[in-house]
């Protein structure tokens, strides 16, 4: 039996106690398995996001615990890719700059990651801009690159926290197509944070639906649908089913 790339156990987050406690998230468990892609999908303030940090390492488990590639997480886990909203490209740098820095970050020889660098910026079509800075670039392809600088270290677990959120719709579904075909050739596991119900349709194997605050795991969905998942894909009728299903539950929640 394959071991799981995250084991979610129990965990939950509070912060501050007594009368004053917010329970931001759980109890909930999830077992996530090598290559799978997850997305959680949920209203806002469910805690999506804090069980994103908690996976990272990035906040503490107030009770049960999380373990990523076998050991549990106890401390920023920096061998990871990790990609918020808001990308993290230094304007100081090129393109081929900031996906190199994750490189010079983790003290690495860049010498041996530039046929990876490459690669990524060719695969994201954005060959004739690997020498702009990022303020040169349009939203879109600043999210490019900032997916090229998750990606260039190779890693095996992807935690992407609404990284298309900001994105005008026909961006938002270019990029998306690129996501899709960087995760089927590398098949990294991929924790994905979206409010968008068809967004995590299209991109997952399976679709955690996470109740309002204090969030809790209460659905997984497996998504049965062919790669790669195209416009055609997603005006199938089995593309409408799992839409329709996911609506009523967040109906039932009061939340659409």
Not at 8 to 14: M, P
Not at 97 to 109: A, C, K, S, V, W
Request: with cysteine; net charge negative; glycine share 8%.
């Amino acid at each position: 039996m394959t071991a799981a790339a995250i084991e979610i156990r129990s965990a939950t987050k509070t912060y501050a106690s007594g009368i004053e406690a917010i329970h931001a998230f759980g109890p909930s468990s999830l077992s996530v398995g090598p290559g799978e892609f997850i997305s959680l999908v949920g209203p806002s303030g469910c805690g999506k996001s804090t069980l994103m940090l908690m996976i990272a390492g990035l906040l503490d488990c107030t009770s049960g615990e999380i373990d990523v590639g076998g050991h549990v997480v106890t401390a920023p886990e920096t061998s990871i890719g990790i990609m918020f909203q808001d990308n993290t490209l230094v304007p100081w740098r090129t393109v081929r700059g900031n996906i190199e820095l994750q490189i010079e970050l983790r003290g690495l020889p860049v010498a041996q990651y530039r046929s990876t660098v490459d690669r990524l910026i060719s695969s994201v079509k954005l060959d004739d801009f690997a020498d702009r800075y990022p303020y040169e670039l349009s939203g879109g392809m600043q999210q490019r690159a900032a997916f090229c600088q998750t990606l260039v270290h190779r890693p095996q677990v992807l935690l992407l926290d609404e990284p298309l959120g900001k994105l005008d719709a026909m961006t938002r579904e270019a990029i998306r197509r690129d996501l899709q075909a960087l995760w089927l050739a590398d098949r990294p596991t991929v924790i994905f944070v979206t409010h968008s119900i068809e967004e995590a349709i299209q991109l997952s194997t399976r679709v955690c639906v996470i109740s309002p605050r204090p969030g809790k795991i209460e659905r997984v969905i497996d998504i049965d649908l062919p790669w790669p998942r195209d416009l055609a894909i997603k005006r199938s009728e089995k593309f409408s089913a799992y839409a329709s299903k996911i609506e009523e539950i967040f109906h039932g929640y009061g939340v659409l």
